[in-house]
């Protein structure tokens, strides 16, 4: 028993047998399609599948701030008959399909649609070359010996021949492409390639700034956190030595690259001062305890004599003692008498 389409004037009718047709015709095609296949950049052959281009069309309709799932199978239905009509035994290269995607879109008016999908597709090519780079970079980390291998050799600190270096090596690799393709604007990503500048440390990019130098004279200077607590102020040169030990440990712990202290001699420099001040007035007591034991000091008494001086006059024991300055502690001293 055949069954006849009559398509008439009557509108539901005539609808209806469109519907009919539409459904016949997309059965017919997606049965030739079927046995169709793309083969892809890396020779694999794989079905060709009209829905994953109308989902890759309606991406770039999206991409506008438009959504139109029947407008894009549409349009992928159309990619697929001018593919059926170009090209002959069934299979398709991945780029064939591209193109004609472009071209169809062109063709029916949308333009800026296929602009966005130019764009889309140019981006998937630079994701995809740079996955390739990675691997070929991880396959000579792996397989290449150091003295041959300028990669292998790029930290002079890392032994990229031991195991713990390659795999620091292949972290880098991983961490320098991602921040090239997702992180750099493809200007900056090629000036970098270049060599026109320098990204320092590029593996770091993503993760924190990358060298420091710390200022201690600010740092200590009323005292600073830790984070867990505070420390005052430090009062004698040890302690300032060993907190600034502690500043470069702490900072290294948190952020990459080297930790440096640029003003170290006038960062250390009131801890000098404060120390030799405590010794000034240590051996001062001793001095008087010794020599004028009549008058029996203190080294309480001696500390705010000093003070006195300090903050009367501002001026502190020092290696270069002027005769001023002996002159206002002896005045002090007489006051104090």
């Not at 170009?86 to 004609?100: L, T």
């Not at 397989?143 to 041959?148: G, I, L, M, S």
């Not at 924190?208 to 607590?229: P, W």
Request: aromatic share 6%; hydrophobic share 35%.
């Amino acid at each position: 028993m055949r069954t006849v389409l009559t398509l008439d004037d009557a509108g539901a009718d005539a609808a209806a047998g469109r519907d009919e047709c539409g459904a016949f015709a997309r059965t017919l095609r997606e049965m030739h399609t079927a046995e169709c296949v793309i083969e892809k950049r890396d020779g694999r052959l794989v079905p060709y599948d009209e829905a994953k281009i109308a989902a890759a069309i309606d991406k770039a309709f999206l991409a506008g701030g438009q959504e139109d799932g029947d407008l894009a199978r549409k349009l992928a239905g159309a990619v697929t008959s001018a593919l059926e009509k170009n090209y002959s035994g069934g299979k398709y290269r991945i780029e064939d399909v591209q193109d004609e995607v472009e071209a169809t879109l062109m063709r029916v008016g949308f333009t800026d649609v296929a602009k966005r999908y130019i764009l889309y597709r140019a981006q998937r090519t630079k994701v995809r070359e740079g996955k390739t780079a990675l691997m070929r970079t991880f396959d000579e980390i792996t397989n290449a010996d150091a003295r041959e291998s300028d990669l292998k050799r790029d930290n002079a600190n890392v032994d990229g021949n031991t195991a713990m270096g390659s795999m620091l090596q292949l972290g880098s690799a991983a961490a320098k492409s991602y921040n090239t393709l997702h992180l750099l604007t493809p200007d900056q990503a090629r000036a970098h390639s270049e060599g026109w500048i320098h990204i320092h440390d590029f593996d770091f990019y993503s993760l924190t700034t990358t060298c420091c130098q710390i200022d201690v004279d600010a740092l200590f200077t009323g005292g600073f956190s830790t984070g867990h607590g505070h420390l005052r102020e430090p009062q004698d040169i040890q302690s300032y030595a060993a907190l600034a030990c502690i500043a470069i440990q702490s900072n290294q712990n948190d952020q990459h690259g080297g930790q440096s202290i640029p003003n170290f001699d006038y960062g250390l420099a009131p801890g000098v001062r404060k120390t030799y001040k405590k010794l000034y007035t240590a051996n001062l007591y001793k001095a008087l305890r010794l020599l004028l034991p009549e008058k029996d000091v203190e080294k309480d008494d001696i500390k705010a004599l000093l003070g006195k001086i300090e903050s009367a006059q501002g001026a502190i024991p020092s290696l270069d003692m002027t005769e001023e300055y002996r002159a206002k502690e002896k005045e002090a001293q007489a006051e104090q008498s």
